[in-house]
């Protein structure tokens, strides 16, 4: 009950815009004022619409500007095909902003995205330059079509698996060494960035109940032993700390879906 | 709205269910004002790492779960919470848990006299466990047994949580009511299985878990309906409750009190909008106390 605290909130948000950003992928806005001012590169919301699946889904946070909160997704099942279905003005649930995001201190910043990856990225860039990083983007896929058009930061460096857009490969190969090193994608992937950068932030996906730390379904194997709880300690960890082997990375909607 | 349950006054008919609450420290957005209690997350006498993931998996209205009891530990359990416990204007029960009687009862004596831990729910119904668990809560001596170690070991509310898998649960109601239960908490997650067809196999890495949501609502109402016409004791119905209308089928249904769990994953307000909504309802039909709501229990 130490909860109290100020920066949680749970509001209705009429969505305001849908975008499309690479092929099956689309950015949604909605307007949650109190959110879009707390949030932080990393965090995310849980969001739950009338008619949509029993449990809140969790996002992380694109953009966030003035009012407006945008979030990226695909249609990966019902509840994604719902939400990408929703009309301007339709009213989303959003609880939020949740978890622990990014720590940017250094002076420069290396951002590698894969596939919906891209998720946290656009605030991490901007919440990096704030703090006063030079921030490259490396951004993957496996093909051009599915590489998110959008970028943000200083340099972009594309990446695809089929050459079909940028460095032939993926984008960890793409990535030079940074102070800082932010990973998001499928979790094969991130186990790759830990094998070359140990310090690296990753936010990693996993299958939530409540986003609120109270569940604990949303574990994550750690090194030490154990699991805790990528809503809460998480998403973002550094890199090091995960067990990789027992980290699933077959999710049903997993971000390469 | 005050109802006494199994040897506590609790200020409300509404209350906190094991394992969606936590320890209750960080609970958000919570009006405490609506809690009549809390019922802490599953607690073993020694830590427990819990189940790998994936451990959830959402059906149709309602949800799977395999936890396997992840938690702290009685020590730490008496050293973290239970002091914040003691000063919360509502009571905490813990849920209880053992691989075998004697541990039940080495927990009891354990956590027995703690500022701050007003009674037990003794949890013989958990299907996430490999040891224990739902074991004790489908055979009538064993739940006896269970309970009794309890029983020994305070004098604290003694509560016994039942599941819904067994073919008679008056069965198992009467059994522990004769070992010294306090009051019923009916019922706990019907065990379900479901297939990933990508990788062909279960999407929980325990293979099954425990279903939970609105999905179980009208099997919930049923077995606590069953539990409260075979005892003396009073029953507290769990299952599926989401709004205020829902808590009140199991009220009518002879419960004393309800527990809500999956429907604050979904909607943190949710103990608030449903202790709300049924003392609207009670003034709508000008009941001027919860005691007057009609009950449907002939005994049997």
Redesign the interface.
Known sequence: MSGGRPSLFLLDAPVTSKRPAARGMFVISMRAPEIARAVRAGQFVNLGWAGGPLLRRPFSVYRAEDDEIEVVLKSVGAGTEQLLAMKHGGVVSCLGPLGRGFDLKGKSAVLISGGLGVAPMPLAARDAKAAGLRVTWVHGARTAAELCAESAGDEVVWATDDGSKGFHGTAVAAAADADVVLACGPNRMLAAVAERWPEAQVAVETYMGCGTGVCLGCAVPLKRGGYDRACKEGPVYRAADIDWSALPSHLSYAVTA | MAVAVGGLELRGPVLAAS????Y???????E?RALGAMVS?GIFLRPR??????????TP???L?A?GL?GPGADALVRDYAP?WAE?DFPVLVNINGESASEYGELTARLDGVPGIAGFEINISCPNVEQGGLYFGNDPRAAAAVTEAVRRRTKLPVWVKLTPMVSDIGVIARAVESAGADALCAINTFVGMSI?L??YKP?L?FRTGGLS??AIRPLAVHLAHQAARAVRIPVVGIGGIACADDALEFLVAGCTAVQVG?A??????AIAEVHDGIAAFLEARGFATLAELPRYLPRD
């Open positions: 394992g969606t609450f936590g209750g420290t960080e609970v958000p957005l919570l405490r997350k790492a819990g189940t790998p993931p994936p451990r959830i998996a959402e209205s309602g949800m779960n936890i992840q914040r919360w990933d990508n990788a999407r890495s949501g609105p999956t604050t994953f979904v909607n943190p307000k």
